[in-house]
Each structure stands twice: as C-alpha cells, then as structure tokens.
C-alpha cells in the first residue's frame, strides 16, 4: 500500500515567507510529490505532525483541507490498488491531477494496428499475446510511460515468471517488445530518454540448443512408412522437403503455390521477412513435390494442400489464425513420426530449418549463400549454425586421440 506523509518544502519559500505544502506520496521506496495549493510560513508549521499550528489564523480551515487531501490520495491508492495489481505513486499522483503521460497501452494498441496493416502476422501473434497478458496483470488500470520504470519491468517479470509459469526466454520475448515500443516513443520524441528503464533493468536471457537432424536421422525420417495420403504423411514429408529446400519456414510451406515452381525453382515472397528468395530445387525436394502434383494442379492451388482452397486469406489475422492452428498440428505430427522412428531428439518445423543450415554448412555451401537461402538479414544469425558444424568436426578430430 502507498504511504502518504505531509511536508513543508521550505526550500520553495516565497518573498511573503510562505512555503507550499506538498503530499509525498511513496510506494516500494519510489516517492512522488504533489502540491495541494497551500502556503504557510515555516513558524506556523508542526513538522512531526504534518499540521498547520498557531499562531495561524485560519489553522482549523486549514488542517481540515489537508486532511481532505491526504484523504483523497489514500482513496485514489485504495482505489487503484483494488482495481489492478499494480499501482505506482505516479498512477495516483496523475490521477488525483488529472493528468497523464503518454499512454504506454494506447502505444502498444497503436504497433498491434501497424503490425496488421503490414501483414507481419507472426510478430502480431507474439505482440497480441504479450498485450493481453499485460492487460490482465494491469485490470482495470491503465499504465503510463512514466510509470514502465526498473520496479515495474521487476514486479511484471516476477508475474510472469511465478503466476503465470514463463520461461526466461519467454519472459525475454514479452519484455523485449516494451523495449522496443520504449525506444520507439523516445525516438518520436514522446518519453525523455532519461526515462529509458531498460538502461538499469537487463533482458535475461538462455541459450537453448538447436535441434537438428544429421543426414542419417533425416534419412530414416523420410524413409519411415507412413500411409499415403495421411496428415502424418503430408507433414513428414513437408519437413523433409523444407530441408532440402533451402530450410523454409513453417509459414511458407503451407503458403506455398504450385505457381511458385517453376520446374527447378522455387520462387517466394518469405512471411516474415517478405524477402523475394529464389531456391534451385535438389533431387530430393522435386521428388517430393511429383507426389502432389497430378494433371489438374493449377498455379493457384496449395501444394501441401493444408490450407483450405477458396477461403479469402487477404485478411492478416485470418491467415494469421490459420497458419498458427496448422503449423502446430504439422508440429504435432513431426514429433509424433519422429518418436515412432526412433529419432531421440525433440524436433518441430523449425529443425528442419536447422538440419538445412547445419548439412549444407557441412557440405561446404558458403556462409554467405546459406544467409541469403535462409533469409537472414544478418549474417550473425547464420554464424550460429557455423559455431555447430564446427563443434561436429571438433568432435570428429577427438576420434583421433
């Protein structure tokens, strides 16, 4: 709960030899002052008891309008504090002035349009999530940018980490968007940036291993029976295509049209990056493809056929929904085939694209080529699979001690 304590700041003093007296309103050790619009001199002034003393003419007036105004912050705080589970001393201060700072919810719905509009669905789906576990942590109350300090950003942490069971990395992914929305807002020049709470508080942040299959796991995932036909089927088989095509995403997989193909290659705008990436098709992956292609396959068709024909995916958060429900069936799937062909290795889509890096790296495809494949931006994504591949070749040379 806030402590609200009355002080004289006589440091303000005027020529009459008044000084104001100010509500200092303190919550976990962070104070905020407010002036209640009363001057007194310093000898009419009872500084242990927060109270106007004689020979002040109107003492009893007076007392009762501080009173009224420690009263009314204790309300708002009680208020604020029913309604949220978090309440800063700034919330009550503006609340009690009726004013505000730049409204850091209204900021982050304002980014969640943008992403919308661009089409980014895989940033909007993590943005959304992260947005809706703020509002809940938040109820009622709104949070304002003077109010996203280094305490907040360490009570929101501990929420997610202890009420709701997020990883750190999860925990890193939330956060990482209010760092971002925070330099966004201090780059339009709407927050100070020495109001930037993440110069003190850190991201934290695990390294996790990057599951990947070798070229005899991959093998024995393409060469596992399966019925023709099944989902299971369809989803080994797209896995094993996205890691000889150039390690494609989950995304653009399930988007990809047989007018993307052009025989040899394949041709595509990449859903998160929207990146035009050509791939010249292996033996393998054009393999694949002939046991979805028939006579009536026409540019405009689906080649995994997942996602449904004749629905208008032009809407970002269709798509959206419809990418996220068959990608985490596809994952389902892998994993389940993967388990039953005795692959001890917990793998989802995005193996695949670490199994292309990774095998083509080995293979001696330049760094610089496997990027743009990929669609890195930055070359100091790829180097992350460099690191493994020369890890396997350590491990190789140990055979010789």
């Given at each position: 709960m806030a402590s609200v304590k009355v002080l004289l700041m006589e440091e303000k003093i005027n020529k009459a030899g008044e000084a104001p007296v100010y509500l200092r309103i303190t919550k976990d050790r962070k104070p905020r002052y407010?002036?209640?619009?009363?001057?007194?001199?310093?000898?009419?002034w009872n500084a242990d008891t927060g109270k106007v003393k004689k020979p002040h003419p109107n003492m009893a007036r007076a007392n009762a309008f501080i009173a009224s105004k420690v009263a009314e912050a204790e309300g708002v705080a009680l208020d604020l504090q029913r309604e949220s589970k978090f309440t800063s001393p700034v919330q009550i201060k503006n609340t009690i002035m009726g004013q505000s700072s730049e409204s850091f919810l209204k900021y982050f719905v304002q980014y969640l349009e943008v992403l919308e509009k661009k089409g980014k669905i895989s940033t909007l789906g993590k943005a959304t999530a992260a947005y809706s576990k703020l509002k809940v942590f938040l109820g009622k109350s709104d949070l304002l940018f003077d109010e996203v300090t280094v305490t907040f950003l360490k009570q929101y942490e501990a929420y997610l980490r202890d009420d709701l069971g997020n990883s750190v990395n999860t925990i890193h992914s939330n956060l990482k968007i209010f760092r971002k929305l925070v330099?966004?807002?201090?780059?339009?020049?709407?927050?100070?940036?020495?109001?930037?709470?993440?110069?003190?508080?850190?991201?934290k942040l695990e390294k996790t291993t990057k599951s990947y299959l070798s070229d005899d796991e991959l093998e024995v995932l393409w060469a596992f029976p399966l019925?023709?036909?099944?989902?299971?089927?369809?989803?080994?088989?797209?896995?094993?295509?996205?890691?000889?095509?150039?390690?494609?995403?989950?995304?653009?997989?399930?988007?990809?049209?047989?007018?993307?193909?052009s025989g040899t290659h394949i041709r595509?705008?990449?859903?998160?990056?929207?990146?035009?990436?050509?791939v010249k098709?292996?033996?393998?992956?054009?393999?694949?493809?002939?046991?979805?292609?028939h006579a009536g396959s026409k540019p405009s068709d689906y080649i995994f056929r997942l996602l449904r024909a004749g629905v208008d995916y032009s809407d970002p958060r269709?798509?959206?929904?419809a990418l996220a429900s068959a990608a985490a069936y596809a994952n389902k799937n892998v994993k389940m085939v993967a388990t039953r062909a005795g692959i001890e290795k917990p793998i989802s889509f995005h193996s695949s694209r670490h199994t292309f890096a990774t095998r083509a790296l080995t293979k001696g495809v330049s760094i610089e080529h496997v990027s743009k494949?990929?669609?890195?931006?930055?070359?100091n994504t790829t180097q992350i699979y460099a690191k493994i591949v020369n890890e396997k070749l350590d491990e190789a040379m140990d055979a010789f001690n």
């Open positions: 407010i002036s209640i619009g009363l001057r007194v001199k310093p000898q009419e330099n966004d807002a201090i780059r339009e020049d709407l927050v100070s940036p020495a109001r930037d709470p993440f110069r003190k508080f850190k991201l019925k023709e036909g099944s989902k299971l089927w369809d989803h080994r088989n797209m896995f094993v295509f996205a890691a000889y095509a150039g390690g494609l995403r989950i995304s653009d997989l399930l988007q990809l049209k047989w007018g993307n193909f595509i705008t990449m859903q998160k990056t929207k990146d035009v990436v050509a098709l292996p033996t393998k992956a054009l393999e694949i493809l002939q046991l979805y292609r269709t798509l959206f929904k494949l990929m669609g890195h931006h930055s070359i």
